[in-house]
Structures are given as C-alpha cells and as structure tokens.
C-alpha cells in the first residue's frame, strides 16, 4: 500500500469493525489492515472501576482518549495519575493522553 493515494468518501470511510466475542471490554476495533490504511488502527475498550487493561503497543505510537470516568497510566515513559474528569461522552470535551 505505500506510495498509494486513495480517495476517501462517505463509502471507504465506513468501516466495520471485526471484534471477536471472546474478548471482554472490546467495544470496538478496527486495525489499519482491516480498514485498508496504512498506519491507523483504533480500539474501543469499556473498563470497570477498578479494572486494570494492559498493552503492549511495540513498535507503534499509542493515544489514550478517555471518553468517560477517570484512571492512571502507568508505562515505561512515566505515569500519570487521575487523567480524566468527564462523567460520560455528553458531559464536556475529552481528556487526552
């Protein structure tokens, strides 16, 4: 795919995402492979108070959108504590990391 252009339009934009029933907390997914992109892949995770998630992102760059609650991130650049202050999706702008 490198060195591709491709024209993005209300068709190649919808992408269905593949999730798996065996995995608890996915919401959704859609990798870059799927979607036919080059480099962007996204996952949508739902994760209980208290509930600990766990990634290894290896060679890829990694952003954290919080779309509701709060939590602490803990890897191997640092760890930041009490990100986050929206209740839900409806309640004000996202907190990024």
Not at 69 to 93: H, K, L, P, Q, Y
Request: charged residues 30%.
């Amino acid at each position: 795919m490198e060195g591709r252009v491709v024209a993005y339009d209300s068709k190649t934009l919808l992408v269905r995402a593949r999730i798996r029933g065996d995995e608890p907390g996915v919401v959704n997914r859609v990798t870059a492979e799927d979607a036919g992109w080059q480099l962007l892949s996204v996952e949508v995770r739902r994760l209980a108070k208290g509930e600990t998630w766990r990634s290894d992102t290896r060679d890829s760059e990694a952003a954290l959108v919080l779309l509701g609650g709060r939590c602490t991130v803990t890897s191997n650049r640092g760890e930041w504590a009490g990100i986050g202050r929206r209740a839900d999706v409806f309640s004000g702008m996202p907190h990024t990391l």
